[in-house]
């Protein structure tokens, strides 16, 4: 009754010893079959006075044959004293009032129900009387990036104007430069709809005038005005909405099994989730982790470590959380088969119909998604980025040394070529999954793809039942041949021609993953910006071999590009203000010191952490506090050795180093803000030559360099041929082996696009194939292997 945190029965004594907290409150519902009346059935209803807490009822149990009853009592501690609730004589007013608020207040996750998520969205008064500028702008179904620095993530339409900018920059390190809302400081057009979320049933629209998200009521005829058509999914020409074609309903029924007798599971390793509205790519995504040994390890089977170390809102703590989830997925607890007398109770009334509750993953699912803008919803998400998303907060909150994400890890090297001098650049990247595209052109079926095609048209255009769906069949060897196969590069910039030019990159394995995670790219757009899916069968192989696209590196012959970087191209609005803010710290953006001021930082080092950011704002000033707040000078006043003109400072912030090799410390503020540490920062720019873009480069091809006052690195300086004598970093931590797979787990998603439909998992367990289907969990008899979305592939022991 202090924090206000609830624990179960087996855990209340480990917080009582930890923190010495001695009272709780024990809530408690009873569940019971209701008496009979004289004709059989139950008595008639009458308000039940006996239920006053918020609770969630459960579902399969059938109201009207059952009645509940709360009980509520605090408890204190060590001697477990109990005083039943209310109980106005025996505690003290304070205590009485603050359990009357505990037993009144509403549950935590109502808000979260999906029947009343949408309703929480005002309409913006912007929406009915929007002005939309016909200045032609038509905007593609892809290929989106920032008009003012390129990123080709977290992308918003401008509704007014049509211009596509990035949002702003989250503390998780994910987001963009907050170019759309400068644009409206700039311009006032108030509503922008995020790229990527458009759908028939609406999109994510943001009022930056309002400060909020919002519906736009008449957001089709505005996305109409730049070429989008989000409506024509809304029906077909016979009638039927997307979901209730023929098709449709057969992936359904063969991905869920539907037609089959399937045989519940029970016991560890066999509990389901509950669906949250529309969880199911978390259920799914998280069923497949804690099958892998790794991660079971390092969360539950530290278990007490972690449970007894965790801070004092252990609501907030990754660790926690994830080993609660697994704790209750593996142990068995919550996946018991009824027991015999229950079983023939139920035949006798002919109601035999095995339930599994499954555990419900709210807090979970709250702490993870908090602050993302997609995962917070309530909607339908894609599984791929949720599985990306978990494994960047396990690196951030890794156990020690320990890493259960490292079994994903591996290390990509790209060959870009310049089709014109044909010469070569190698590099080497970080991955976690394998991205397979579609390779529609080798089916195997085509005549009778072409067949079924004109037959569907043609029942369409006389509004006939259509015919049985023709799926292409694709063999996984052709998906695998155009994953190796040359592409072309974008706006290739050749530093032999020092100009732009014409370039193609192929990829292979620098390293193979202990667990590889295969996605198979089957979700694209059409020309008219409706979200296609490929709907096709790829003859998945229950043992892989990829040992044939290991990378070779530099090959005799061959001729590397000159290491030039190509000239950095600043917004004029930037560059103006990150130069001036150079020249001249009187300039200083006081709000965004003021900002930081009020969460408790010194005044003088909010006002260094605005200088050495550029003004940027207070969220990025912000992350160069938490990287320089152990630094000695932190909270001393603002001082500019060397203090000169523009011309030195832009030289010193875009590109030269000086004499001893020391890198700009304006550079490497810009860097440290951006959350890296210091000493990272600094060796990224000395093997770069102080080149702020190649240098980031450098950062993300080296995530497992550790800050270390004693860490120093080895490295040539092109520039003078003058050999620095210090350590070299150590690379990406990999467990490099075999290329030889065999398959334990798939995920497969239902419907045309991932921001609906539904996910389901099969696991291969003890020998034989397992289907979770949110809370149900059950003996695959079919297991579909050839429609799946993300494959799971285990390394086989050379």
């Avoid at 069923?287 to 530290?302: C, D, H, K, L, T």
């Avoid at 003058?722 to 931590?733: D, H, L, M, Q, T």
């Avoid at 075999?738 to 389901?760: D, K």
Wanted: contains cysteine; proline residues 7%.
């Amino acid at each position: 009754m202090n924090t206000f945190l609830a624990f179960g029965r087996e855990h209340v004594e480990r917080h009582f010893r930890k923190t010495g907290q001695s009272v709780y409150m024990h809530l408690k519902r009873h569940v019971r079959e209701k008496v009979k009346g004289a004709s059989g059935g139950a008595l008639p209803k009458r308000r039940n006075s006996k239920i006053f807490l918020d609770l969630d009822t459960d579902d399969d149990l059938n109201s009207d044959d059952y009645e509940y009853e709360d009980e509520a009592k605090l408890v204190i501690f060590p001697d477990h004293y109990e005083i039943a609730l209310p109980n106005i004589e025996e505690l003290p007013a304070l205590v009485t009032i603050a359990c009357d608020a505990v037993l009144s207040s509403k549950s935590p996750y109502r808000k979260q129900d999906p029947d009343t998520w949408e309703h929480e969205l005002p309409v913006s008064k912007y929406a009915n009387n929007l002005t939309q500028l016909d200045n032609g702008v038509r905007i593609p179904p892809s290929g989106w990036k920032c008009a003012r620095c390129d990123l080709r993530e977290n992308l918003w339409l401008n509704l007014t104007d049509g211009s596509v900018l990035c949002g702003k920059w989250f503390f998780d390190s994910s987001g963009g430069n907050g170019h759309a809302l400068e644009h409206y400081r700039d311009m006032g057009y108030p509503l922008a709809v995020k790229l990527g979320t458009i759908t028939p049933d609406g999109a994510d629209v943001y009022s930056f005038q309002e400060e909020e998200p919002v519906t736009d009521p008449h957001l089709a005829k505005h996305l109409a005005h730049f070429g989008i058509d989000m409506l024509h999914m809304h029906g077909t020409e016979n009638g039927l909405r997307d979901n209730d074609i023929k098709p449709r309903v057969s992936e359904w029924e063969v991905i869920q099994e539907t037609g089959t007798k399937l045989k519940p599971m029970y016991g560890p390793g066999y509990t389901g989730l509950k669906n949250l509205g529309n969880s199911c790519y978390l259920s799914s995504v998280m069923q497949a982790i804690f099958s892998i040994p790794e991660f079971q390890r390092a969360y539950v089977g530290n278990l007490p470590r972690i449970f007894d170390y965790s801070p004092l809102d252990p609501t907030q703590d990754f660790n926690t959380q994830m080993t609660k989830l697994g704790h209750g997925l593996l142990s068995g607890q919550y996946s018991k088969p009824p027991v015999k007398s229950e079983l023939i109770e139920q035949v006798m009334k002919e109601e035999h119909k095995p339930q599994q509750n499954g555990i419900s993953p709210r807090m979970f699912k709250a702490f993870v998604s908090k602050s993302h803008p997609e995962f917070s919803s309530n909607r339908q998400q894609d599984a791929q980025e949720f599985f990306l998303h978990l494994v960047n907060l396990v690196e951030r909150n890794r156990i020690g040394s320990e890493n259960p994400s490292d079994v994903f890890r591996f290390l990509v090297e790209e060959r870009i070529q310049c089709c014109q001098t044909r010469k070569v650049r190698y590099t080497e990247r970080v991955d976690y999954l394998m991205q397979l595209p579609v390779a529609m052109e080798a089916a195997t079926n085509k005549d009778e793809l072409i067949a079924y095609e004109l037959t569907r048209r043609e029942a369409e255009a006389n509004r006939r039942p259509l015919p049985e769906l023709v799926r292409a069949k694709i063999p996984f060897s052709a998906c695998l041949q155009a994953f190796s196969e040359p592409e072309n590069v974008d706006d290739f910039w050749s530093s032999a021609l020092q100009a732009k030019s014409a370039g193609v990159k192929t990829s292979r394995f620098a390293s193979f993953p202990e667990y590889l995670v295969v996605q198979i790219k089957k979700f694209t757009f059409g020309l008219d910006w409706v979200p296609k899916k490929f709907d096709v069968s790829i003859d998945m192989p229950d043992l892989l071999d990829i040992n044939h696209l290991r990378a070779r590196g530099l090959q005799p012959g061959e001729e590397e590009l000159p290491d030039i970087s190509p000239p950095i191209v600043i917004p004029d609005d930037s560059k103006d203000r990150l130069m001036n803010q150079l020249i001249d710290p009187s300039d200083i953006d006081e709000s965004s010191v003021m900002q930081l001021a009020e969460m408790g930082f010194p005044l003088e080092a909010c006002r260094k952490a605005v200088y050495f950011t550029g003004n940027m704002g207070a969220e990025v000033a912000f992350n160069w506090i938490i990287v320089h707040m152990e630094e000695p000078d932190f909270a001393e006043p603002l001082t500019m050795p060397g203090y000169g003109g523009a011309a030195s400072a832009g030289a010193s912030v875009f590109g030269a180093t000086g004499l001893d090799n020391q890198p700009p410390e304006e550079t490497v503020s810009i860097i440290t803000s951006m959350g890296f540490h210091r000493n990272q920062a600094i060796q990224a720019l000395r093997a770069t030559n102080s080149n702020l873009e190649r240098a980031l480069d450098w950062i993300f091809s080296h995530p497992e360099f550790e800050e270390d006052s004693d860490f120093v690195i080895e490295m040539e300086n092109n520039a003078n041929a003058n050999i620095i004598s210090e350590a070299k970093p150590e690379g990406p931590r990999v467990k490099d082996g075999s290329g030889m797979y065999e398959l334990f787990a798939f995920i497969s998603h239902m419907g045309t696009s991932t921001m609906s439909g539904h996910y389901v998992c099969h696991i291969k367990k003890e020998g034989r194939w397992v289907i979770y289907n949110d809370h149900r969990v059950c003996a695959s008899e079919r297991p579909p292997k050839d429609l799946g979305y993300m494959y799971f592939y285990r390394r086989i022991p050379s």
